[in-house]
Structure formats: structure tokens, C-alpha cells
């Protein structure tokens, strides 16, 4: 139905519109490499995500040498190192000159199941036992902080989309009974919104995550941080979904439907909610970097994922220490991942405004 | 403009009402109580806690036990802090101002540091100057908090002009007043710059469009055409126009600062409502959690209303009956 003058529909036009815009279609290509990499994290990653070795704690980023000691130029390799104490007890690293590992890709490592189905323990890179590479740096107890960084973005960004998806559905669904029906389901409706909305977000985040028992294993506060993500960011959305009911509602088609005997129900999922589409994936978009915020903020206090489970807020939780970050400044990492995935989102979101929604801008 | 005032409180109410009932049936809901660790603590007797239970009608139905809180409340009897062993309200006090005191500086730097680029960036509209700023906000909008608060703690660490967390020096009590001022704008300056940076960004590019639009208007071209300087032009005739849907937008904010000064008072220890919230989260202090969130909630009513009653004092268009 939507076909224009130029035989376009209004999708292939926005498609047209989005590529043009060559900043957001490199934002979504580094949007579309950091999941893929979150996906892929066990074969990516040099480590499992709780692989540690305690004798490097707070190793700095090894670096990768392509010429040996007597300036011999040979394959990449790293340098064994060893931990030793200056005067004042402060954590040095010497590179041993006799210890040589070569790079090695492909290598076997710790096991892991390829999407969760397939054993495997095929690793893209690494070094032959006895000695560890850190590509970015060693946490407290000597884990890579390059592996938990990829495991980390899985547990981050699935939190970020499943909770999104989870109060999208609810947001819709309440705005479109809301809008549909009108009246006093209208007013009790968008009173709960509004009692959501007047609580400051982060007061009622830690109101909710206090009801959740000490005794849940990690998967289980996983799931139920999505819960407490969902249930906190659905009511905005309703309002506004509502707001679009109320107009689409009096459209003819609706009174066609109603005369052809469909349910309430249908009308509203199937032929009201489809008209919001739009509204709903730019928001979906520019709401997503929100949940991995929120996600970010309740691990930084510990109240969030638990260790030895990665995420990136868990991972940053450890640069709350001020003395930390001076030694070991490679831990602020995941927070420039925090930011580069919230801004890849962000550009994304507002160039599928533009193009899906040209009366915006 | 009182009554309107009066209605939006009446109205207002009966939200509060819910929540307070949400968050009561939430507390009820969590795992253990205080009771059960005051118990293990040798150092209180079985006496002492029954006195307690008895206090807060615990052992009485859970509407009971809401009710009496509820009209406790309306006395302004918030209950009692378990955790630090003093009436609610004495702890909260204290907090409410710090937590104003932060989101304060940190409204006033956002906005005078948003308008300016705002106003700058569309008059220099597709120049290098607005495209150096629309890329600068958008990394500002997009830098979590959080992130930025501890990259300013690494920073000032290393140079040590700024104190690094809490909100008083040690020897605060010695200043005099304008010396306490300074003392606590020192202490306050890193979480409120994290906090007012993503605002920066977001406020900066709504102003740039609202500019925009309004240099377009034609009461521009005519101020332009009767000969006014342009200086005039824009800041009177034009900013005064472009400032006002901005207003509206000073309520939204409240909720977003709420929550962000939250996280920050956390991370640098400052001693505010949110970082009261935590650690009454996690020893379980009932009365204090109720408190806390409908404190929270109070501050943000507030902050909408006053964004309201401000919008109608600057535009002579509005008017509330």
C-alpha cells in the first residue's frame, strides 16, 4: 500500500535514507562486530572468563615483540615475565629474556560449547602453556581482562536487548488497551504509568533488586536484573503508545475490523500496534543503551552480575578504587566499551529517526 | 496560579498513595528481615526487639502494619532507622539537602553551559564550530556517568587540586562561612561535572533546534529589517523565545538527575539520599528504604512543579486556571 511515485515503499525508502548517512552505517557495522564478537566470545577469547592465575595480578597488557633480544627479527611473540616488589611493596613485572612464547593461533584452550551447543576448545589465539597472554591487562586475580571483556559483552548487551524486548511488549500492549478502550481503563492505566514514572528511576532499581533473595544463584539474578530492567522502563513508553491508539482507533479500518467480529485483542496486536511500528524501533534503539546503563550502574555497586560471571559494569566495579586505576589504569576499559556501544546506539537510533520519521527532523 | 498549584498537589496524592503501597508490599516482599540479624546480634536482648516488633505492629496483619506506618507518616513520624538507631526523619533531613545541594550545581552547569553552546552552534550552523560541538555532544550524551566521575577521580588523583570524595574537609568546622561555601563547591565540583555531562550534550542539541527554528521565524527577518544589531536580535528576541520549551523540559530532567546523582553519591561518596538508599537496601532498613524512595519521589513532584510554575512566570502565553 505504501508504494510512492517512485514505485518505492516507505521501508526501501528509509533503507535508502539510513545508507546515506555513512556515519550510522559505520556505527551499525561496529554495533553489528561488537555482538558478533559477544556471540563468538569462547573462540574469540584467549581464556574462559574465569581462567585465572593468581601470580599475575595486575599484570600489565603483554607486549607483543617481533624483534628478540639480539635485534633478530622473528614470528610475534611475548616475553615470560615475572613478579617482583620495588621498595614500597609496589607490583613490578619483568620481562624474562629466556622465556619465549610465540603466538600461535588456532591453539587448544579451556573448553567451551560453541553457541552453547557444540564442545569445542579451539581458541583463535594464544600461547603454549606456562605462559599467558594478556592483550589488555590482568584483573586482581589474574584474569584476562581482554576474555572477560568479550564474556562480559554478553551478559551487557543480552541484558540490554532482552529487557528492552520485554518492556517494549508490555509497554505496547498496556498503551494499546489503554488507548483502545479509552475511559476508566484509560485513567487506571496511565495512573500506574504515572506512579512508575514519578519514582526516580535508580531509587526504585534498588528497591526492586532488594526483594531478590541473597540466595539466587547467578543465572537466576541474571534473570531476574531483566525482570527489574523491564519493569521499570515500560511506562513511558505506554503513554505515548496510548496517545498514538487514541488517534488510530477512529480510523475506518479499525471499524472494519470491529464490524467483521474480530476481538478486542486482535484488533489491538494486529491491526493497531503494527501502525506504531516505527515509533516503536526508533525507540526500541535509543532506548537499549538506557537498560546497558542501568545494567552498568547496579554491577558498579554490586548489586548487579556477580562475580566470577563478567559483565561490563562488574568489570568496572573494579576501577572503583582510585589507588587501582593509578597502578593498573587498563581496568577503566570497559567503561570506553560502555561508552562506544551507547554512542554506536545512540547515532544509529537518530538516523533511523531520520529516515523512518522525516517530519522530526 | 494557587489554586492550579493546590489542584496539581491534591492530584497528586493518590499517586503518592500507590506508591507508598508498592513500595510497602516490595518490602514486605524481600527475604529476611532486620529482625532476624538484630537477633543474632548478642549484644541486643530478646526484650529489645519484641519492644521493637510490638513498636511497628510487626506482628500484627500486613494492612495493619501499612496503615500505622501511613499514619505515622502524616505525623511526620517516619519511622525508626534500625540500622543507625535513630528516628528516620534525623537521617533523612540531612541527606534531602545534600542530594539538592548536588543536583543544584549541577542543573545550574548544565544549563549555563548547554544554552551558550546551543545558541552558538546555531548561529554558526554547518561551520566547523557546530560540527566540533554536535560531535562533542554527541559523545557527552552517550559517556555514562558513572565512567566519566571516575575518569575525573584518576585525574584529579594524579594532580590533587580536587578533594576526592565525601563532601567536608576535616578541618571544615574552622572555616567561616564563605570558606565552608568554597569547602563544599571543592568537594561537590566532580560528581556534579559527571552528572551535567550527558545533560550538556542532550540540552546543547535541543537548544541548537529550537534556535533554529525560531531564527527562521519571520519576527527575526522584521527585527533584522527594522535595523536592530544582531546581538540584539538574537539574545533578546530570538533566546527568549527559544528558551521557553526548554521550561517543560527542566521537570522531565528532575527524574534523570535524581537518579544520576544517585549513582554518583555513591561512587564519590558523597553523603546524599542515593547513597542513604544503597545502605539502607542492603541492611534491609525498612522504615528507611519507604522513606528514602518517597522522599525521592517527593523531590521529583516538586521539581515538575516548579518547572510548571516557572514555564507560566516566563511566558505570558500560559496561563493555568
Redesign the interface.
Known amino acids: 500500500m505504501n508504494k510512492s511515485a517512485l514505485g518505492l515503499s516507505q521501508w526501501e525508502r528509509a533503507l535508502t535514507q539510513f545508507c546515506a548517512n555513512r556515519f550510522a552505517v559505520v556505527c551499525l557495522i561496529i554495533l553489528a562486530l561488537i555482538h558478533g564478537a559477544a556471540i563468538f566470545a569462547d573462540f574469540l577469547a584467549p581464556y574462559s572468563f574465569s581462567n585465572e592465575d593468581r601470580t599475575f595480578s595486575y599484570a600489565p597488557p603483554s607486549k607483543i615483540h617481533f624483534i628478540d633480544e639480539n635485534g633478530q627479527w622473528r614470528a610475534p611473540f611475548i616475553y615470560g615475565r615475572k613478579i617482583t616488589f620495588d621498595q614500597y611493596h609496589k607490583r613490578e613485572y619483568l620481562d624474562q629474556v629466556e622465556q619465549k612464547y610465540s603466538l600461535r593461533f588456532f591453539v587448544k584452550g579451556d573448553a567451551y560449547k560453541i553457541l552453547w551447543m557444540v564442545p569445542c576448545s579451539w581458541h583463535l589465539f594464544g600461547v603454549k602453556e606456562g605462559g599467558r597472554i594478556y592483550l589488555c591487562g590482568a584483573d586482581s586475580r589474574g584474569r584476562d581482562l581482554f576474555s572477560r571483556l568479550l564474556h562480559g559483552a554478553r551478559i551487557s548487551l543480552s541484558i540490554g536487548i532482552v529487557g528492552v524486548l520485554i518492556s517494549f511488549s508490555i509497554g505496547l500492549l498496556v498503551g494499546g488497551i489503554a488507548g483502545y478502550y479509552g475511559g476508566k481503563v484509560d485513567d487506571i492505566l496511565m495512573r500506574v504509568c504515572e506512579m512508575f514514572m514519578l519514582f526516580p528511576g535508580f531509587y526504585l532499581l534498588l528497591a526492586l533488586r532488594a526483594v531478590v533473595p541473597a540466595s539466587f544463584t547467578s543465572v537466576q539474578v541474571y534473570v531476574s536484573i531483566i525482570i527489574i530492567l523491564s519493569f521499570i522502563g515500560w511506562a513511558s513508553l505506554a503513554r505515548v503508545i496510548r496517545g498514538m491508539c487514541l488517534s488510530l482507533k477512529e480510523r475506518e479500518y479499525v471499524l472494519a475490523a470491529k464490524t467483521m467480529g474480530l476481538s478486542d485483542l486482535t484488533i489491538i496486536i494486529r491491526h493497531i500496534l503494527p501502525h506504531t511500528l516505527s515509533y516503536s524501533l526508533i525507540a526500541v534503539m535509543l532506548s537499549i543503551p538506557g537498560y546497558i546503563l542501568a545494567e552498568s550502574s547496579l554491577s558498579l555497586i554490586g548489586l548487579g552480575i556477580q562475580d566470577p560471571y563478567a559483565s561490563w559494569g562488574n568489570l568496572l566495579s573494579e576501577a572503583m578504587g582510585i589507588v587501582k586505576i593509578k597502578f593498573a589504569p587498563w581496568i577503566l576499559l570497559p567503561g570506553f566499551f560502555i561508552l562506544v556501544t551507547v554512542m554506536c546506539f545512540n547515532i544509529v537510533g537518530d538516523a533511523l529517526r531520520d529516515a523512518l520519521d522525516p517530519k522530526s527532523s | 496560579m494557587l489554586r492550579y498549584i493546590l489542584k496539581r498537589l491534591i492530584t ?1 496524592l ?3 498513595l ?2 507508598s503501597l ?2 510497602f508490599a ?2 514486605k ?4 528481615n532486620y529482625f532476624d540479624s538484630l537477633k543474632l546480634n548478642p549484644q541486643i536482648s530478646p526484650e529489645t526487639i519484641d519492644r521493637y516488633i510490638k513498636l511497628y505492629q510487626l506482628d500484627k496483619p500486613l494492612l495493619v502494619q501499612y496503615f500505622s506506618w501511613l499514619t505515622n507518616i502524616l505525623h511526620l513520624e517516619f519511622g525508626y532507622s534500625f540500622f543507625y538507631n535513630i528516628p528516620v526523619a534525623n537521617v533523612i533531613g540531612g541527606r534531602i539537602w545534600n542530594t539538592f545541594i548536588l543536583s543544584f550545581v549541577s542543573l545550574i552547569l548544565t544549563w549555563g553551559v548547554a544554552i551558550p553552546l546551543g545558541i552558538c552552534a546555531a548561529i554558526y550552523r554547518n561551520k566547523f564550530a557546530d560540527r566540533l560541538i554536535q560531535f562533542l555532544s ?2 557527552a ?4 556517568s ?2 566519566i566521575a ?2 575525573l ?2 585525574f584529579v ?2 594532580s590533587g587540586f580536587l578533594p ?1 570524595g565525601g563532601m567536608h574537609s576535616a578541618n571544615y568546622e574552622e572555616f567561616n562561612w564563605i570558606g565552608r561555601f568554597f569547602d563544599v563547591l571543592r568537594h561537590v565540583a566532580i560528581p556534579a561535572i559527571a552528572l551535567s555531562i550527558a545533560s550538556i550534550g542532550a540540552l546543547q542539541r535541543i537548544m541548537r533546534g529550537n534556535m533554529l527554528e525560531v531564527l527562521g521565524q519571520q519576527y527575526i527577518l522584521t527585527a533584522r529589517a527594522k535595523g536592530l544589531p544582531e546581538q540584539r536580535v538574537i539574545y533578546v528576541h530570538a533566546l527568549r523565545n527559544a528558551i521557553n520549551p526548554l521550561i517543560t523540559l527542566l521537570g522531565y530532567e528532575f ?2 538527575l ?3 546523582a ?2 554518583l553519591e ?2 564519590c561518596s558523597w553523603p546524599g ?2 547513597a542513604l ?2 545502605t539502607a ?1 542492603q541492611s ?1 532498613d525498612i522504615y528507611l ?1 519507604m522513606a ?2 518517597l522522599m ?2 517527593v ?3 516538586m521539581g515538575n512543579l516548579l518547572a510548571d510554575i516557572l514555564l507560566v512566570r516566563l511566558d505570558p502565553r500560559i496561563r493555568y486556571e
Do not use: C, E, H, N
Not at chain 2, 516482599?29 to 529476611?32: E, I, N, V
Not at chain 2, 550524551?141 to 555514562?144: G, K, Q
Open positions: 497528586t493518590p499517586l503518592l500507590g506508591m508498592i513500595l516490595l518490602m516482599m524481600t527475604p529476611g554527541y559523545v550524551l552517550s559517556s555514562p558513572f565512567f571516575m575518569l577521580l584518576y588523583s594524579q576526592l527524574s534523570g535524581l537518579s544520576g544517585a549513582l555513591i561512587i539520599l542515593g538508599m544503597l537496601v534491609k528504604v528514602t524512595s525521592g519521589s523531590l521529583l513532584i
